[in-house]
T-cell receptor, first 112, second 113 residues
Framework: GEDVEQSLFLSVREGDSSVINCTYT??????LYWYKQEPGAGLQLLTY?????DMKQDQRLTVLLNKKDKHLSLRIADTQTGDSAIYFC????????????FGKGTTLSVSS | DARVTQTPRHKVTEMGQEVTMRCQPI?????VFWYRQTMMQGLELLAY????????DSGMPKDRFSAEMPDATLATLKIQPSEPRDSAVYFC???????????FGQGTRLTVV
């Protein structure tokens, strides 16, 4: 399809790992991004991965990329209540002048 | 402190009124985006500019919406006349290229009654 797809909701307990999944559309996309949106705020870039990488780790965050299946995931280790937010996946298509394409966002709810 | 600044943060207006939202992109960024966020549609790209020229405004209803960049430090999004279905949060973002990371403002929450 033409859309970046994400599941809408994820609920986890504090201390558990969270895995947020995303399916993107263009196999030639160069960069894939994860943004975080806290209530009442704008989107904040969390991390990104270049398309020639399979994995990127940044402290509690691990990004996995499966180019064959066009599947991207964000794993948050030791999830905290402060991680509760909406997480957006975005792809950068390999087409000059094309803006980032965002998914609809996954709402992560962390309970203590 | 480099950030995208949007004004106003909140706007309540009556149907039929003109609404103007403003955005100051990060200094040095030459690409500016306007997005609209609603519960139903998620984040929609309305328009974006590069070097103040519109590159793509296909996501914007042309009959009532207009976007401009009078200069490199100001982008505006205007709705005239506004309708209740325009109620949403409007985000401005800026970046160095259209297809690389975008930095978002805090948004303008618009309510049309």
């Amino acid at each position: 399809g033409e859309d970046v797809e994400q599941s809408l909701f994820l609920s986890v307990r504090e201390g558990d790992s969270s895995v947020i999944n995303c399916t993107y559309t263009d196999s030639s996309s160069t960069y894939l991004y994860w943004y975080k949106q806290e209530p009442g705020a704008g989107l904040q870039l969390l991390t990104y991965i270049f398309s020639n990488m399979d994995m990127k780790q940044d402290q509690r965050l691990t990004v996995l990329l499966n180019k064959k299946d066009k599947h991207l995931s964000l794993r948050i280790a030791d999830t905290q209540t402060g991680d509760s937010a909406i997480y957006f996946c975005a792809e950068s298509r390999n087409q000059a002048g094309t803006a980032l394409i965002f998914g609809k966002g996954t709402t992560l709810s962390v309970s203590s | 402190d480099a950030r995208v600044t949007q004004t106003p943060r909140h706007k309540v207006t009556e149907m039929g009124q003109e609404v103007t939202m403003r955005c100051q992109p990060i200094l040095g960024h030459n690409t500016v985006f306007w997005y609209r966020q609603t519960m139903m549609q998620g984040l929609e790209l309305l328009a974006y500019f590069r070097n103040r020229a519109p590159l793509d405004d296909s996501g914007m209803p042309k009959d009532r919406f207009s976007a401009e960049m009078p200069d490199a430090t100001l982008a505006t999004l205007k709705i005239q006349p506004s309708e209740p279905r325009d109620s949403a949060v409007y985000f401005c973002a800026s970046g160095l290229k259209a297809n690389t990371e975008a930095f978002f403002g805090q948004g303008t929450r618009l309510t049309v009654v």
